[in-house]
T-cell receptor, first 114, second 114 residues
């Protein structure tokens, strides 16, 4: 079945460092890809998405490009802030049905130190 | 106004008890979900309802019974609670056909079974 694999965390960075969180997927069909963020004590929020190959999603300085050839959707940010500390989830939609179901990766915890 | 609200936020109970978690969304969405997040942050779908009709049931023990009295509500009842049920349960909603699969999450219910 479809699946998503993320790099293991925690990822610990200093403020203003460059961030990459790797995400790869396996899927039949043509899924949409997402990054969700979960701040402490809260539910998940959509950070960005891409719906087809070579699309780039971007939001709040984060970006990710849908790479069909490498089945990847890596999350990047040029300069992280302490406020970016959270758990980041890569996800894909089930493109063959219309249920709205998302399959999530295992989450990557990011800790940014001042 | 909170878009997706679930209650209670925390639930501590003894093994063998029966408990319910309530969820309401005011977004007018047709589809609602329950996700379970384990202690390692892994997030997995449990159920999905579309307009009060069950459309996804992901190999969940039948001690878990979702109930959707109307499309704005999806409650989760758990019978005979076990230690392994301890987790954070997230309710979510979406309108797959119109909001491009974006899920809106509640803030979660942390269930602790003692």
């Amino acid at each position: 079945g479809d699946s998503v694999t993320q790099m293991e965390g925690p990822v610990t960075l200093s403020e203003e460092a460059f961030l990459t969180i790797n995400c790869t997927y396996t899927a039949t069909g043509y899924p949409s890809l997402f990054w969700y963020v979960q701040y402490p004590g809260e539910g998940l929020q959509l950070l960005l998405k891409a719906t087809k190959a070579d699309d780039k999603g971007s939001n709040k300085g984060f970006e990710a490009t849908y790479r069909k050839e490498t089945t990847s959707f890596h999350l990047e940010k040029g300069s992280v802030q302490v406020s970016d500390s959270a758990v980041y989830f890569c996800a894909l939609s089930d493109g063959s049905s219309n249920t709205g179901k998302l399959i999530f990766g295992q989450g990557t915890t990011l800790q940014v130190k001042p | 106004d909170t878009a997706v609200s679930q209650t209670p936020k925390y639930l501590v109970t003894q093994m063998g008890n029966d408990k319910s978690i309530k969820c309401e969304q005011n977004l007018g969405h047709d589809t609602m979900y329950w996700y379970k997040q384990d202690s390692k942050k892994f997030l997995k779908i449990m159920f999905s309802y579309n307009n009060k009709e069950l459309i996804i049931n992901e190999t969940v023990p039948n001690r878990f019974s979702p109930k959707s009295p109307d499309k704005a509500h999806l409650n989760l009842h758990i019978n005979s609670l076990e230690l392994g049920d301890s987790a954070v349960y997230f309710c979510a909603s979406s309108q797959p056909q119109t909001t491009n699969e974006k899920l809106f999450f509640g803030s979660g219910t942390q269930l602790s079974v003692l």
